[in-house]
């Protein structure tokens, strides 16, 4: 009777430790699951400094107003054996956080990026990228001022391109993303010139030298394309309209490249009877350098243009390339299409 006793005394003592375990498991569950202000759409940028403490962390959590206890956000770390993996950087927290979800972010260094996305379209100019660097807060020397000679010793496409040109040309068209305190005007050109070192491939270079053609010389005709065609397949067809004309010892006479550098107010009419390195309805050739900054559509249309017997072409209102084989057929497609 007294074993029975006895045996009925420790199986309550038991289950009244297995009970209190259970709901003391309960009870913390709900205090690191449970938000702080389930109803708050705040969100807080939150940096934990290297060599912070968690006991440090954690009442400045309290402070924030992130938390209810930072005696609970301690316990919910150690119990989980983290203390030591706790990890520096910038996090977003809001108060409709849990304990534990917000633990778990430092926990794994899931820090938060302020990121600035960098969206350039084919055809910008140095100009036009500078301009939208400068709207984007990046700072740092103006993109128009860099030039080959600051790269060249890093990238192999400029090697023989004069040392006082710009960019114009390389700063490949892309969206790019940026961490917004890590990024200036020197980070940009790197990264968009990485992009042309890996877009302008290997393969597309040697077909160039067989070609006799230099890396420029694709390049110069590519940004005339970008500026000129909208589609693909008008870029080849006007790519060979163009090396064309150069075969013929004809001037290109195009538009795009003439206007390059006219001043504010010039009228492309005037532009194109000034004299300078871009006219090509005075000089023959290519212009001195790039007008754009080209695409891959635009490179590749360069570089395999399509042969055809056409020697002139224009745009008309809607975008649409008109191509004629004489300048009898262009005239006419001049006067149905442009007045």
Known sequence: MNFLKSFFIIFLGILQVFLFLYFFERYVEILVESPFDPNSKANFVFEIKRGESLSEISKRLKKEGLIKSSFWFDFYVKRANKENSLKAGKYLFSP???ISEIASKIIFGDVFLDLVYFQIPEGFTLSDI????????????????????DFKDKYSFLANIPEDASLEGFLFPDTYKYEKDKVNTEV?????L???DKKFTKKMREDA????????????????LEKEVKTKEDMKLASGVLWRRIELDMPLQV??????????????????????????????????????????SALEAALYPEKSNYLFYLSKPNGET???ETYKEHLE??????R
């Open 255 to 296: 538009d795009a490249t003439s206007i390059y550098q006219k001043e504010e107010g010039t009228s492309t009419a005037q532009a194109i009877r000034q004299d300078n390195p871009y006219n090509t309805y005075l000089n023959k050739g290519l212009p001195k350098g790039p007008i754009s900054n080209p695409g891959l």
């Open 130 to 149: 500078s301009k939208r660097a400068k709207q984007k807060g990046i700072s740092g020397k103006d993109i128009t001022k860099f030039t080959v000679e």
């Open 194 to 196: 990485d992009n042309f």
């Open 333 to 338: 497609a001049i006067n149905k299409f442009l």
């Open 96 to 98: 409709n956080m849990s």
């Open 188 to 192: 940009v050109v790197k990264s968009m």
């Open 322 to 324: 008109v191509f004629s």
């Open 209 to 224: 030298r067989v070609k006799g053609k230099s890396i420029y010389e694709i390049v110069i005709m590519a940004s005339i």
